[in-house]
């Protein structure tokens, strides 16, 4: 008996936890990760595109995030909203980054960080045929 125990009657230490003795091991793939569909000052790629950017980048952005079925106003009130659209994007699809770098990218190159990423938009829904699934 345990010395803590001694005014307690009946006390008893578990030294092991019943139950199974076997251990469930969980092995998953990992993940394939894929390069950006465009580089961050590939700009000119789609003109459209840049312009929005540019002029008028919180319109853009709001647009964007309604892309993602969020609440356009999202980007108007997370602080450096496309840094947090930018890293969703990014782990939803698989693309190889870290968050340090999107956050650098996306405060730093904000339109052109913008650029790519709504390319990238476009290339997914290109190919898979939408953002969400």
Same mark, same amino acid.
């Given at each position: ?7 307690? %009657? @009946? ?7 019943? &139950?199974?003795?076997?251990? *469930?091991?969980?092995?998953? #793939? %990992?993940? @394939? ?31 964007? !995030?309604?892309?993602? *079925? ?9 602080? *450096?909203?496309?840094?947090?659209? =930018?890293?969703?994007?990014? *782990? =939803?699809?698989?693309?190889? &980054? +870290? ?6 990218? @996306? +405060?730093? !190159? &904000?339109?052109? +960080?913008?650029? #790519? ?9 290109? +190919?898979? &045929?939408?953002?969400? !699934?």
């Amino acid at each position: 008996m345990d010395s803590k125990c001694k005014d307690i %009657p @009946s006390c008893e230490v578990v030294n092991k936890q019943p &139950g199974k003795t076997s251990e *469930n091991v969980v092995i998953s #793939q %990992p993940k @394939s990760e894929r390069m950006w569909s465009s580089e961050i000052c590939s700009c000119f790629e789609d003109i459209e595109i840049c312009l929005w950017s540019t002029f008028f980048p919180q319109c853009y952005l709001c647009c964007m !995030y309604m892309e993602y *079925n969020e609440c356009f106003c999202s980007s108007l009130l997370v602080p *450096n909203s496309l840094m947090a659209l =930018r890293i969703q994007h990014r *782990n =939803r699809h698989g693309i190889k &980054g +870290t968050i340090c770098d999107d956050c650098i990218k @996306s +405060t730093c !190159y &904000g339109p052109c +960080t913008m650029c #790519q990423l709504k390319r990238d938009m476009k290339h997914i829904i290109s +190919t898979k &045929g939408s953002l969400i !699934y």
